[in-house]
């Protein structure tokens, strides 16, 4: 089993940044594909970013390409999501996702093996 923690998240104005966290416990998430999905009040969640296990590639929706970045520290098992020039629109609850395939679709929610309870991202205008 894998527990994911995400914290990070807040309100903040439009323009502005926020670095949300997921901490892996009970196990190694080293070896593990993580993603971040967002769901906005009264939508079905989306699909974020994405890093595979060695860090050395990234995916991201076209939405938040250039704004957003996904990175991972495997020592600390941790992965995060540093999000720039912040936006109304991004307004949700993050989600971290733990993927132990190794192929697949990576922007697929049912390729995700563990999930965290998610953190808020508010967005004023």
């Known amino acids: 089993q894998v527990q994911l923690v995400e914290s990070g998240g807040g309100l903040v104005q439009a323009g502005g940044s926020l670095r949300l966290s997921c901490v892996a416990s009970?196990?190694?998430?080293?070896?593990?594909?993580m993603g971040w999905f967002r769901q906005a009040p009264g939508k079905e969640r989306e699909f974020v970013a994405g890093?595979?296990?060695?860090?050395?590639?990234?995916w991201y929706a076209d939405s938040v390409k250039g704004r957003f970045t996904i990175s991972r520290d495997n020592a600390k098992n941790t992965v995060y999501l540093q999000m720039n020039t912040l936006r109304p629109e991004d307004t949700a609850v993050y989600y971290c996702?733990?993927?132990?395939?190794?192929?697949?679709?990576?922007?697929?929610?049912?390729?995700?093996?563990?999930w965290g309870q998610g953190t808020q991202v508010t967005v004023s205008s």
């Open positions: 996702a733990a993927s132990a395939r190794t192929r697949g679709n990576v922007r697929a929610q049912y390729q995700y093996d563990y």
């Open positions: 009970a196990r190694t998430i080293s070896t593990y594909t």
């Open positions: 890093i595979s296990w060695t860090g050395g590639s990234t």
